[in-house]
């Protein structure tokens, strides 16, 4: 059974710039969640989402950032315009309905 | 707001030095409390998940155990293999997991 899948794994953005970051969650799960880890910080909580519902963005920053889980296809969180202090590295976790989540590799976003 | 501190930031040990890490939160409706091992450059890695006080798990050297307040995580003897950035993580009603900002843990052959 194969873990969750983030692509890329590597990202790096001029500033201005869009940055695509998708997600498969593992087989079975319905439940995804971002999060981003900032240098020298720690895990923090983005947005929520089952399939074709935002269930909780309380973590996502009210402009440019936008995150999706089509009824087909991965999650993807979409940050516009990317500045500086976007680069970090985001974490997709997904799990069945509740319960413990399980997390891919993360993409490392480089905005120069 | 759910609060998360791992104690401490770092620990060196020899290898067969057995030590615990603690994890001490302060959440509203406990859903569940979460043991991640995070190596560089990598996601973090499911350990363990404790519901309930006095509640415990193994897994090969690593042991956590759980109380109203706080969580530790015992390593017995451990190897070089076991350095790593060990995370905890409390669930709250909402779903989502608050996390301690770490113990990185460093063992030396």
């Known amino acids: 059974n194969a873990g969750v899948m983030q692509n890329p794994r590597h990202l790096v953005r001029r500033r201005g710039q869009e940055a695509r970051l998708r997600c498969s969650p593992m087989?079975?799960?319905?439940?995804v969640y971002w999060y981003r880890q900032l240098p020298e910080e720690g895990l923090k909580f983005m947005v929520y989402?089952?399939?074709?519902?935002?269930?909780?963005e309380s973590g996502m920053p009210k402009e440019r950032f936008s995150a999706e889980f089509p009824k087909e296809g991965p999650s993807i969180l979409r940050i516009q315009q990317v500045v500086r202090g976007d680069s970090a590295a985001y974490f997709c976790?997904?799990?069945?309905?509740?319960?413990?989540?399980?997390f891919g590799p993360g993409t490392r976003l480089l905005v120069l | 707001e759910d609060q998360v501190t791992q104690s401490p930031e770092a620990l060196r040990l020899q290898e067969g030095e057995s030590s615990s890490l603690n994890c001490s939160y302060t959440?509203?409706?406990?859903?569940?409390l979460f043991w991640y091992r995070q190596d560089p450059g990598k996601g973090p890695e499911f350990l363990f998940t404790?519901?309930?006080a006095g509640e415990e798990k193994e897994k090969e050297r690593l042991k956590a155990t759980l109380t109203k307040k706080e969580s530790f995580l015992h390593i017995t003897a451990p190897k070089p293999e076991d350095s790593a950035t060990y995370l905890c993580?409390?669930?709250?009603?909402?779903?989502?997991?608050?996390f301690g900002a770490g113990t990185t843990v460093t063992v030396r052959a």
């Open positions: 993580a409390v669930q709250a009603e909402d779903y989502k997991l608050s």
């Open positions: 087989k079975g799960h319905s439940h």
């Open positions: 959440v509203s409706g406990l859903r569940g």
């Open positions: 404790l519901y309930s």
């Open positions: 989402l089952q399939k074709e519902n935002i269930i909780d």
């Open positions: 976790a997904s799990s069945p309905r509740e319960g413990t989540q399980y």
